[in-house]
């Protein structure tokens, strides 16, 4: 059996992706984990060889917060920290994390972890909740729809950047 979002060989009886995480068709879903709706907060980090980007929105005290860095064709680097945005920008990602069943990844098993190569990519993925511990999925790959979620980001960054 293979995996429905990398192509990866799965192992038998595999609940997840152990290449990038995604959640086998047909396994138990994990208990614990708070609901999309509730998730205060979603971190993306991602470094490869040639690109890097860096992504968090979340709410804080009754407001949403938005910090971003990444490559802009022709700008270099563009960065911000906490800049105040939207709510409908938060509801946007509740709507997109449920849709893509983000909260049912699960990071690979430390123990089994390949040893590290400094040039693999590297994808660090942090679900937020205000009452729960949060979900930390690191893989060498984007998680399901990662390039989507990453164009979210980026149109968020670009109206910021558009309405200075």
């Not at 959640?23 to 690109?51: C, D, Q, R």
């Amino acid at each position: 059996m293979f995996c429905s979002n990398c192509g990866a060989k799965l192992k038998d009886h595999a609940k997840f992706c152990d290449e990038c995480a995604y959640p086998v068709k047909g396994t138990e879903k994990l208990k614990g984990i708070g609901k999309p709706e509730s998730i205060t907060g979603l971190w993306l980090n991602y470094v490869a060889m040639h690109s890097h980007f860096r992504f968090y929105l979340r709410e804080k005290n009754g407001a949403v917060l938005f910090s971003y860095k990444y490559l802009k064709t022709g700008c270099g680097f563009v960065e911000q920290e906490d800049l105040p945005v939207d709510f409908a920008y938060m509801q946007e990602l509740r709507e997109f994390i449920k849709e893509n069943d983000y909260v049912h990844l699960t990071d690979r098993d430390p123990s089994k972890r390949k040893i590290f190569v400094a040039d693999l990519p590297s994808c660090h993925l942090e679900l937020k909740w205000a009452d729960y511990k949060p979900l930390l999925i690191r893989s060498v790959h984007l998680p399901p729809n990662g390039d989507k979620l990453k164009e979210f980001f980026i149109s968020i960054a670009e109206n910021i950047q558009q309405n200075v």
